[in-house]
């Protein structure tokens, strides 16, 4: 009975250990998380404030020769890469917003947060979106296989019809071309 105890006890310490370790490892990934948040945001409000003094003193550095003709192809790519992401951005929370209504139409649980990681997966071009599909599909399989049919049904109808025409053709006809240093080539990013 001694010996049982003794085992009992080693286990429990050995587990308690272990347990102690993955704690530690779960919060260091945290912080580190929240720590690279933070950073970024440190890094765009600097770049919100200093980001103009930058430019005016590149812009001294350059030929006033050659200057308007960089800065209209500057420009030009800033409106490309501004318009790239204000699609992408809409385009993952028009899903986000869509797979919520579908799921919680369904009665899959937790819509709400599968619907942000939808948001999150489809800023990963080309296969952020399927790969979100597939995920939201098998939670989905899991609550009934008719909530698992409607939502692989909805992301084939919403990535073959709804996103292509809602935001896809007129950020890469318009958004991505430009004329480039005021001259009559085009440009195409893509």
């Given at each position: 009975m001694v010996e049982v105890i003794q085992q009992a006890q080693g286990q429990i310490i050995n587990g308690l250990s272990s347990a102690g370790g993955s704690v530690f490892t779960v919060a260091g990934t945290i912080f580190s998380g929240f720590t690279a948040v933070f950073t970024v945001l440190i890094m765009t409000l600097f770049m919100e404030v200093e980001g103009p003094k930058w430019l005016e003193a590149f812009w001294r550095l350059v030929t006033p020769k050659h200057r308007v003709r960089w800065q209209r192809?500057?420009?030009?790519?800033?409106?490309?890469?501004?318009?790239?992401?204000?699609?992408?951005?809409?385009?993952s929370l028009l899903a986000a917003g869509l797979t919520?209504?579908?799921?919680?139409?369904?009665?899959?649980?937790?819509?709400?947060?599968?619907?942000?990681?939808?948001?999150?997966?489809?800023?990963?071009?080309?296969?952020?979106?399927?790969?979100?599909?597939?995920?939201?599909?098998?939670?989905?399989?899991?609550?009934?296989?008719?909530?698992?049919?409607?939502?692989?049904?909805?992301?084939?109808?919403?990535?073959?019809?709804?996103?292509?025409?809602?935001?896809?053709?007129?950020?890469?006809?318009?958004?991505?071309?430009f004329t480039a240093g005021g001259t009559d080539e085009r440009v195409n990013w893509c």
């Open positions: 192809l500057a420009h030009g790519m800033y409106e490309t890469v501004t318009g790239y992401v204000t699609g992408n951005l809409m385009t919520t209504i579908v799921l919680i139409a369904v009665g899959v649980p937790y819509a709400v947060p599968l619907g942000m990681l939808v948001a999150i997966l489809d800023f990963i071009p080309l296969v952020g979106a399927t790969i979100a599909a597939i995920i939201i599909i098998i939670v989905s399989f899991f609550t009934s296989p008719f909530a698992a049919v409607v939502s692989a049904i909805f992301f084939g109808v919403y990535q073959q019809v709804g996103e292509p025409n809602l935001t896809t053709l007129d950020l890469w006809q318009n958004g991505a071309a």
